[in-house]
C-alpha cells in the first residue's frame, strides 16, 4: 500500500509541473499586454513600462519563468495588484470559506446521492424508481445560479429563515456558519447528487446481476448484508471515482455559488481577479486549486485501492 | 432410505419480449438422503434452472414459477417465506457454481467469504468462525490456509477458487449440496481434482448431492442416479448402471455415443446434429422429435409422458408406451 502510494505521488509530479507550467503562462496566454491592461486605459507609456518592468515583463521569457518558479517554490507568490496583501495571505483568508462550502455539498452529495441511487436500483422499474430517476434528472438539468437564486427567493426573501448571503466563520458561531453555508451548498450539491444518484443506480444494477450476489444469496446471508456488504463494496468502488470527480468540480462551480451569495471565498477571488486582471492572484489561485485537485485524485486513488484489492496488487 | 427432495411437475416461466416464454414445463424428480444425484443434458435444458428453483433462487423478475411443488424434508420449499428461506440456504441447502472467478466476491478476502457463513447460520464469533473457516480451507485441499485465509480470489488459481467454494458451501454440513457443472470451467486435470474432492466429501458427510453437468463421463464416475433433461423436461430417469446399460430415451442414447468425443477431449458439445430449441420455439408433441433418427409421426401427437422402462428407470419415448 505504502509502495502504491510512493508511486501514484510519482506518477503525479508531471501533472504539477503541467499545472504549474499553464499558470505560469496565464499571463503571456491572455491576449492583450498585461501591463497596459493593468495600467488603464489612461495610462502613459512611461507608466505602462514602469509596470512592464516592476512585474519583469521586460526580461527574457526563459528567466522569468526560472525565477517564478524560484519564488513559489519559497511559497512566495508576488502581491496582488488590486488587493493590498500578498496573493498566498488573499488564497489563505479565503480557503477556510470554500473548503466548508465544498465540504458541506459534498457531504449532502454523498449522503443523499449514494442511498438514492441504490434504493432505486432496487426497485428499479417502479414508481420509487422513476420519482428517484426524474428528480435526478432534474437536479442535473437546473442551473446552479437559478437554483441558487430561487432558493433565495424562498428561504430569504418569503419565508425569511435564513441569510441571502455573507459568511459566518465556523469559530464565531457554528449555527450561524451552518446556516450561512446552507443554501450554498445545496445549490452546488444538487447537480452532483443527480449525477451521483444516477451512477450509483446503474452500478448497483449492473453489480446486482453478478454471479458473486447471487452467491451471497446462495450462502443463505440475510438481504441486508448481500446489498449492504457484498453489493455496495463493489459498487463503492466505481462511485468512489465519481465522488472525487464531484469534489473537483464544487471547488471549480463555487465560483458562481460564491458569488451569488456574496461569500468570500476562493472561486470569488478568482472571479474578482479575472475581471480585474489581477495575474499575480490568477496564476496563484490556478495553481494552488490545480495543485489541490491533483491531491484529490491522489487520495481518491488511495480510497480505490483501499476498496478494490485487484488495483492494490497492480491488476 | 427417506426422501429429501421431490419435485413435482415444476414449471418456471420467464417474460421477455417475446412475451411469456415458458423454460421449465413440468419436471419432476426426487432425491433421497445421501444420494447423488446427476442432471445431465445439452446447454439450455434448464438444469441450472432447476436447481436455482431449489434454492428459491429463480431470478425474478422476469422469472416466475408458474406451477409445481418442491418439498424439501417433507416441507413444502414453494410455500416459504424469504426469510425461511434464508435460513434454509447455506444452512441445509448449499450450492456451487460453474464459475469460480465471478463466483467468488473480489473485493473480500476467501477467509471472509467461508467465515462469513458460519457467522450467520451458526452465530460464531470472529475468531472462531476464522478458525473453523481454515480448518475447512484445510479440508478441501487448500495448502497452507492460514496464509490463504487472507488472500483475495484473483490471488488464487481457478482450481483453488472452486476448493473455497466448496468450504463455504459445506461450511454448515448441509444434507444437500447442489453442484452446478463444477468443474467444466477448469483445467481437464483439476476436473479429475475437484471431483475427487466432492466424491470424498459426499462420503465424509453423508450429504445428498445433485450434480448438475453436461457431461455423461463425469456422471458415470460419481454418480447413483441419472436425471436426463432436455428441452425444460425431464425425458429420462433411473440407476446409473441401468440408464447406461440401456439407454431408453433417443436423446440419451445420442448423448452416450458422444461420450468417447468427450473422452479423448476433442470437443465439449455432444455431437448430436442440430441444437436445442429454445425456449417459446419448443416444437408440439416429442420436443426432440425434429433431432431424432427414431421419429414417427405419432411423436407430434401430444407430449409423452414418463413411461417405466423397468423398476425405478422411466423414459418420455412412446416406444416404451405399454
Ligand atoms: N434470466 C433469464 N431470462 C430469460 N430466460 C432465461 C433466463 N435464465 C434462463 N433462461 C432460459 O431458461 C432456459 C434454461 O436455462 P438453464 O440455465 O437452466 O440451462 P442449463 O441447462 O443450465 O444450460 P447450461 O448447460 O448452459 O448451463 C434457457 O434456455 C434460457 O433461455
Ligand atoms: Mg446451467
Given at each position: 500500500m505504502v509502495r502504491f502510494a510512493a508511486t501514484r505521488l510519482v506518477a503525479a509530479l508531471p501533472v504539477?509541473?503541467?499545472?504549474?507550467?499553464?499558470?505560469?503562462?496565464?499571463?503571456?496566454?491572455?491576449?492583450?499586454?498585461?501591463?497596459?491592461?493593468?495600467?488603464?486605459?489612461?495610462?502613459?507609456?512611461?507608466?505602462?513600462?514602469?509596470?512592464?518592468?516592476?512585474?519583469?515583463?521586460?526580461?527574457?521569457?526563459?528567466?522569468?519563468m526560472l525565477a517564478w518558479y524560484g519564488h513559489v517554490l519559497q511559497g512566495d507568490f508576488g502581491r496582488s495588484i488590486l488587493l493590498n496583501t500578498t496573493?498566498?495571505?488573499?488564497?489563505?483568508?479565503?480557503?477556510?470559506?470554500?473548503?466548508?462550502?465544498?465540504?458541506?455539498?459534498?457531504?449532502?452529495?454523498?449522503?443523499?446521492?449514494?442511498?438514492?441511487?441504490?434504493?432505486?436500483?432496487?426497485?428499479?422499474?417502479?414508481?420509487?424508481?422513476?420519482?428517484?430517476?426524474g428528480m435526478a434528472l432534474l437536479g442535473v438539468s437546473v442551473p446552479s445560479f437559478w437554483l441558487a437564486l430561487m432558493l433565495i427567493v424562498l428561504f430569504s426573501v418569503i419565508l425569511e429563515w435564513l441569510p441571502t448571503g455573507g459568511y459566518v466563520p465556523f469559530a464565531e458561531s457554528p449555527v450561524d456558519w451552518f446556516r450561512s453555508l446552507l443554501m450554498p451548498s445545496l445549490s452546488l450539491a444538487l447537480l452532483q447528487i443527480g449525477l451521483l444518484a444516477r451512477i450509483t443506480r446503474a452500478t448497483m444494477l449492473e453489480v446486482l446481476r453478478q454471479d458473486y450476489v447471487r452467491t451471497a444469496r446462495a450462502k443463505g446471508l440475510p438481504r441486508v448484508m448481500v446489498i449492504g456488504k457484498h453489493a455496495l463494496k463493489n459498487v463503492m468502488v466505481p462511485v468512489i471515482t465519481v465522488i472525487g470527480i464531484s469534489f473537483g468540480l464544487l471547488l471549480s462551480g463555487s465560483i458562481?455559488?460564491?458569488?451569488?451569495?456574496?461569500?468570500?471565498?476562493?472561486?470569488?477571488?478568482?472571479?474578482?481577479?479575472?475581471?480585474?486582471?489581477?495575474?499575480?492572484?490568477?496564476?496563484?489561485?490556478?495553481?494552488?486549486?490545480?495543485?489541490?485537485?491533483?491531491?484529490?485524485?491522489?487520495?481518491v486513488d488511495l480510497l480505490y485501492a483501499a476498496i478494490d484489492p485487484r488495483v492494490r496488487y497492480g491488476r | 432410505m427417506t426422501r429429501l427432495i421431490e419435485i413435482e411437475d415444476l414449471a418456471v416461466s420467464f417474460r421477455t419480449d417475446r412475451g411469456e416464454v415458458e423454460a421449465l414445463s413440468g419436471v419432476s424428480l426426487h432425491l433421497d438422503e445421501g444420494e447423488v444425484l446427476g442432471v445431465v443434458g445439452e446447454s439450455g435444458c434448464g438444469k441450472s434452472l432447476t436447481a436455482l428453483a431449489i434454492m428459491g433462487l429463480v431470478p425474478s423478475p422476469p422469472g416466475r414459477i408458474t406451477r409445481g411443488r418442491i418439498a424439501f424434508a417433507g416441507?413444502?420449499?414453494?410455500?416459504?417465506?424469504?426469510?425461511?428461506?434464508?435460513?434454509?440456504?447455506?444452512?441445509?441447502?448449499?450450492?456451487?457454481?460453474?464459475?469460480?472467478?465471478?463466483?467468488?466476491?473480489?473485493?473480500?478476502?476467501?477467509?471472509?467469504?467461508?467465515?462469513?457463513?458460519?457467522?450467520?447460520?451458526?452465530?460464531?464469533?470472529?475468531?472462531?468462525?476464522?478458525?473453523?473457516?481454515?480448518?475447512?480451507?484445510?479440508?478441501?485441499?487448500?495448502?497452507?490456509?492460514?496464509?490463504?485465509?487472507?488472500?483475495?480470489?484473483?490471488?488464487?488459481?481457478?482450481?483453488?477458487?472452486?476448493?473455497?467454494?466448496?468450504?463455504?458451501?459445506?461450511?454448515?454440513?448441509?444434507?444437500?449440496?447442489?453442484?452446478?457443472?463444477?468443474?467444466?470451467?477448469?483445467?481437464?486435470?483439476?476436473q479429475a481434482q475437484i471431483l475427487a474432492l466432492l466424491a470424498d466429501l459426499q462420503r465424509e458427510f453423508g450429504m445428498a448431492t445433485m450434480l448438475i453437468t453436461h457431461d455423461l463421463g463425469v456422471v458415470a464416475q460419481v454418480v447413483t442416479r441419472v436425471v436426463v433433461m432436455y428441452a425444460g423436461k425431464v425425458v429420462e430417469e433411473g440407476p446409473v448402471e441401468a440408464v447406461f446399460e440401456?439407454?431408453?430415451?433417443?436423446?440419451?442414447?445420442?448423448?452416450?455415443?458422444?461420450?468417447?468425443?468427450?473422452?479423448?477431449?476433442?470437443?465439449?458439445?455432444?455431437a448430436i446434429p442440430g441444437t436445442v430449441p429454445a425456449p417459446g420455439a419448443w416444437p408440439r408433441g416429442c420436443r426432440f422429435a425434429p433431432r431424432c433418427t427414431h421419429a414417427v409421426p405419432e411423436c407430434g401427437a401430444g407430449v409423452p409422458p414418463l413411461y417405466p422402462v423397468a423398476p425405478g428407470h422411466h423414459a418420455a419415448c412412446i416406444r416404451h408406451a405399454a
Amino acid at each position: 500500500m505504502v509502495r502504491f502510494a510512493a508511486t501514484r505521488l510519482v506518477a503525479a509530479l508531471p501533472v504539477l509541473l503541467l499545472v504549474s507550467l499553464v499558470s505560469f503562462s496565464v499571463m503571456h496566454l491572455i491576449p492583450g499586454d498585461p501591463a497596459s491592461v493593468i495600467a488603464g486605459p489612461a495610462a502613459t507609456n512611461q507608466e505602462i513600462d514602469a509596470i512592464r518592468q516592476q512585474l519583469g515583463l521586460d526580461r527574457p521569457f526563459l528567466e522569468q519563468m526560472l525565477a517564478w518558479y524560484g519564488h513559489v517554490l519559497q511559497g512566495d507568490f508576488g502581491r496582488s495588484i488590486l488587493l493590498n496583501t500578498t496573493v498566498w495571505q488573499a488564497i489563505v483568508d479565503r480557503v477556510p470559506v470554500t473548503f466548508s462550502l465544498s465540504v458541506l455539498a459534498l457531504i449532502m452529495t454523498i449522503v443523499v446521492g449514494v442511498p438514492a441511487g441504490v434504493i432505486a436500483a432496487l426497485r428499479a422499474n417502479t414508481a420509487v424508481d422513476a420519482a428517484v430517476t426524474g428528480m435526478a434528472l432534474l437536479g442535473v438539468s437546473v442551473p446552479s445560479f437559478w437554483l441558487a437564486l430561487m432558493l433565495i427567493v424562498l428561504f430569504s426573501v418569503i419565508l425569511e429563515w435564513l441569510p441571502t448571503g455573507g459568511y459566518v466563520p465556523f469559530a464565531e458561531s457554528p449555527v450561524d456558519w451552518f446556516r450561512s453555508l446552507l443554501m450554498p451548498s445545496l445549490s452546488l450539491a444538487l447537480l452532483q447528487i443527480g449525477l451521483l444518484a444516477r451512477i450509483t443506480r446503474a452500478t448497483m444494477l449492473e453489480v446486482l446481476r453478478q454471479d458473486y450476489v447471487r452467491t451471497a444469496r446462495a450462502k443463505g446471508l440475510p438481504r441486508v448484508m448481500v446489498i449492504g456488504k457484498h453489493a455496495l463494496k463493489n459498487v463503492m468502488v466505481p462511485v468512489i471515482t465519481v465522488i472525487g470527480i464531484s469534489f473537483g468540480l464544487l471547488l471549480s462551480g463555487s465560483i458562481v455559488i460564491e458569488t451569488v451569495y456574496s461569500l468570500p471565498g476562493i472561486g470569488r477571488l478568482l472571479a474578482t481577479s479575472i475581471f480585474g486582471r489581477d495575474y499575480p492572484v490568477i496564476q496563484g489561485t490556478l495553481l494552488l486549486t490545480a495543485t489541490m485537485l491533483v491531491l484529490l485524485n491522489l487520495v481518491v486513488d488511495l480510497l480505490y485501492a483501499a476498496i478494490d484489492p485487484r488495483v492494490r496488487y497492480g491488476r | 432410505m427417506t426422501r429429501l427432495i421431490e419435485i413435482e411437475d415444476l414449471a418456471v416461466s420467464f417474460r421477455t419480449d417475446r412475451g411469456e416464454v415458458e423454460a421449465l414445463s413440468g419436471v419432476s424428480l426426487h432425491l433421497d438422503e445421501g444420494e447423488v444425484l446427476g442432471v445431465v443434458g445439452e446447454s439450455g435444458c434448464g438444469k441450472s434452472l432447476t436447481a436455482l428453483a431449489i434454492m428459491g433462487l429463480v431470478p425474478s423478475p422476469p422469472g416466475r414459477i408458474t406451477r409445481g411443488r418442491i418439498a424439501f424434508a417433507g416441507r413444502d420449499l414453494l410455500g416459504l417465506d424469504e426469510a425461511a428461506m434464508t435460513r434454509i440456504r447455506g444452512e441445509q441447502i448449499a450450492m456451487i457454481f460453474q464459475e469460480p472467478m465471478s463466483a467468488l466476491n473480489p473485493v473480500f478476502t476467501v477467509g471472509e467469504q467461508v467465515a462469513e457463513v458460519l457467522r450467520v447460520h451458526e452465530g460464531l464469533g470472529r475468531t472462531a468462525a476464522r478458525e473453523r473457516a481454515a480448518q475447512l480451507l484445510a479440508r478441501v485441499g487448500i495448502p497452507d490456509p492460514a496464509r490463504r485465509l487472507g488472500q483475495y480470489p484473483h490471488e488464487l488459481s481457478g482450481g483453488l477458487r472452486q476448493r473455497v467454494m466448496i468450504a463455504a458451501a459445506l461450511a454448515c454440513r448441509p444434507k444437500l449440496l447442489i453442484a452446478d457443472e463444477p468443474t467444466t470451467a477448469l483445467d481437464v486435470t483439476i476436473q479429475a481434482q475437484i471431483l475427487a474432492l466432492l466424491a470424498d466429501l459426499q462420503r465424509e458427510f453423508g450429504m445428498a448431492t445433485m450434480l448438475i453437468t453436461h457431461d455423461l463421463g463425469v456422471v458415470a464416475q460419481v454418480v447413483t442416479r441419472v436425471v436426463v433433461m432436455y428441452a425444460g423436461k425431464v425425458v429420462e430417469e433411473g440407476p446409473v448402471e441401468a440408464v447406461f446399460e440401456r439407454p431408453s430415451h433417443p436423446y440419451t442414447a445420442a448423448l452416450m455415443r458422444s461420450i468417447p468425443a468427450l473422452a479423448e477431449g476433442v470437443s465439449r458439445l455432444p455431437a448430436i446434429p442440430g441444437t436445442v430449441p429454445a425456449p417459446g420455439a419448443w416444437p408440439r408433441g416429442c420436443r426432440f422429435a425434429p433431432r431424432c433418427t427414431h421419429a414417427v409421426p405419432e411423436c407430434g401427437a401430444g407430449v409423452p409422458p414418463l413411461y417405466p422402462v423397468a423398476p425405478g428407470h422411466h423414459a418420455a419415448c412412446i416406444r416404451h408406451a405399454a
